[in-house]
């Protein structure tokens, strides 16, 4: 089984800062398995990005994602209020079929 | 526009079976394209996923091996739903429960649509 590690745990930035999130797979993966999702309090997770890069229907543009092979990236460019949230990562294996998240990265108001 | 509606009770004793349902507006149980999901989330645990429902021709079900002994997805064509039973539960089974769309895509794999999320406590 893949194992997804993301950092920091808790990252905490202030408005207006650009926010870097790190997920990281135990072995080499497949970018079009590997997709992020924010989830605020009391919410389901809302997809912002698949395919490791690609802009879910609606997300701005300041949120974007990059990566390949075993290291993916989030980036938010520069940090709205409504941004501090919770993010994870989650991928796609095939054998056996089954999907699996990071622990999630916790981005907070500085 | 997608909508999952999850239903079903909150509170499970301890060795019964917690049951839930979910149900599609905007799309079909029976899409060719979709599959239909249900993710737990605990903060011993975090989001696990627990299996998963489509149709391709044929029905084909897939469980996360760690409840795969006691999970049953099920699909209903009649209500446009699908459902999930848990049995044997004990406190650790104790999480928010969604249902998810995976989205209609052959190349690309990720959840596109959830549903509002179950807090099931399992207690005496």
């Known amino acids: 089984e893949i194992v997804l590690t993301q950092s920091p745990g808790t990252l905490s930035l202030s408005p207006g800062e650009r926010a870097t999130l790190s997920c990281r797979a135990s072995?080499?993966?497949?970018?079009?398995?590997l997709a992020w999702y924010q989830q605020k309090p009391g919410q389901a997770p809302r997809l912002l990005i698949y395919?490791?890069?690609s802009r879910a229907t609606g997300i701005p543009d300041r949120f974007s994602g990059r990566g390949s092979g075993t290291d993916f990236t989030l980036t938010i460019s520069r940090l709205e209020p409504e941004d501090f949230a919770v993010y994870y990562c989650?991928?796609?294996?095939?054998?056996?079929?089954?999907?699996?998240f990071g622990q999630g990265t916790k981005l907070e108001i500085k | 526009q997608v909508q999952l509606q999850q239903s079903g009770p909150g509170l499970v004793k301890p060795s019964q079976t917690l049951s839930l349902t979910c149900a599609i507006s905007?799309?079909?149980?029976?899409?060719?394209?979709?599959?239909w999901n249900w993710i737990r989330q605990s903060p011993s645990r975090g989001l696990e996923w627990l299996g998963r429902?489509?149709?391709?021709?044929?029905?084909?079900?897939d469980y996360a091996v760690s409840v795969k002994s006691r999970i049953i997805i099920n699909p209903d064509t009649s209500k446009n739903q699908f459902s999930l039973q848990l049995n044997s539960v004990t406190p650790e089974d104790t999480a928010v429960y969604y249902c998810?769309?995976?989205?209609?895509?052959?190349?690309?794999?990720?959840?596109?649509?959830w549903g509002q999320g179950t807090l099931v406590t399992v207690s005496s």
């Open positions: 072995q080499s993966v497949s970018s079009s398995y």
């Open positions: 989650q991928l796609y294996d095939t054998s056996p079929p089954m999907y699996t």
């Open positions: 395919g490791a890069s």
């Open positions: 429902t489509y149709y391709r021709s044929k029905w084909y079900i």
């Open positions: 905007g799309d079909s149980v029976s899409s060719n394209s979709a599959a």
């Open positions: 998810a769309r995976e989205a209609p895509s052959r190349t690309l794999w990720y959840f596109d649509y």
